[in-house]
Nanobody, 126 residues
Framework: QVQLAESGGGSVQSGGSLRLSCAVS????????MGWFRQAPGKVRVPAAH???????HYMDFSEGRFTISQDTAKNTIYLQMDSLKPEDTAMYYC????????????????????WGQGTQVTVSS
């Protein structure tokens, strides 16, 4: 059973940076497609970025150029480096994973992911 544990959230001012971590236990992170999602109050959960088992990354329009998803195989951990943060980035951020094959155009959909962490809160003030 894969377990995901996020950390690294917090409160920062606009323009600041945070690095979120997702520690994977019970399996090897590189065997999975790993994604970061976020959900603001009253809004649906949306993808921020994902990295597949080959290390290929994908970003959404809002995260491209500001967020970087990466993996540390030695620590079995996935990271989301977030720079130039804006108040609209305020949300609960979730780490998620699935293995097996899913069409590339569906790898950003929450429904494709089997395993989820509990989330870590990010708050950006103006």
């Amino acid at each position: 059973q894969v377990q995901l544990a996020e950390s690294g959230g917090g409160s920062v001012q606009s323009g600041g940076s945070l690095r979120l971590s997702c520690a994977v236990s019970g399996s090897t992170a590189t065997d999975y497609c790993m994604g970061w999602f976020r959900q603001a109050p009253g809004k649906v959960r949306v993808p921020a970025a994902h990295i597949d088992s080959r290390g290929r990354t994908h970003y959404m329009d809002f995260s491209e150029g500001r967020f970087t998803i990466s993996q540390d195989t030695a620590k079995n951990t996935i990271y989301l480096q977030m720079d130039s943060l804006k108040p609209e980035d305020t949300a609960m951020y979730y780490c998620a994973a699935f293995n097996g094959w899913v069409p590339e155009h569906r790898r950003g959909e929450a429904s494709s992911y089997t395993y989820w962490g509990q989330g870590t809160q990010v708050t950006v003030s103006s």
